[in-house]
Nanobody, 123 residues
Framework: QVQLVESGGGLVQAGGSLRLFCVASGRTFSRYTMGWFRRAPGQEREFVAAISGSGGHTYYAESVKGRFTVSRDNAKNTVYLQMNSLKPEDTAVYYC????????????????WGQGTQVTVSS
């Protein structure tokens, strides 16, 4: 069992930055690919970024590539999402998730989810 707790969301102006944190419980954190997803009001949940268990591979949605960076510290059971050059369309609830195996951009393949943290970007 893995429990995930996100933090770091908030209100920021367009062009600004935020760093999201996701802390996991358990001793097997490094076995899981960690993903970030988001859901904007009235929209479907969408893949944002993911990082392999070792941290050696990262994956990004085209909409955030070059602006967002995913990283992890397995010693701290923490995954991060650094978000720069934020746009109003980045406004959403951001969720972190843990996947033991599967397709990194497929939310249905993830086994555990956090409660989400709100990110609001004003224009």
């Amino acid at each position: 069992q893995v429990q995930l707790v996100e933090s770091g969301g908030g209100l920021v102006q367009a062009g600004g930055s935020l760093r999201l944190f996701c802390v996991a419980s358990g001793r097997t954190f490094s076995r899981y690919t960690m993903g970030w997803f988001r859901r904007a009001p009235g929209q479907e949940r969408e893949f944002v970024a993911a990082i392999s268990g070792s941290g050696g591979h990262t994956y990004y949605a085209e909409s955030v590539k070059g602006r967002f960076t995913v990283s992890r510290d397995n010693a701290k059971n923490t995954v991060y999402l650094q978000m720069n050059s934020l746009k109003p369309e980045d406004t959403a609830v951001y969720y972190c998730a843990a996947e033991y195996s599967g397709t990194v951009w497929n939310a249905n393949d993830y086994d555990y989810w956090g409660q989400g943290t709100q990110v609001t970007v004003s224009s």
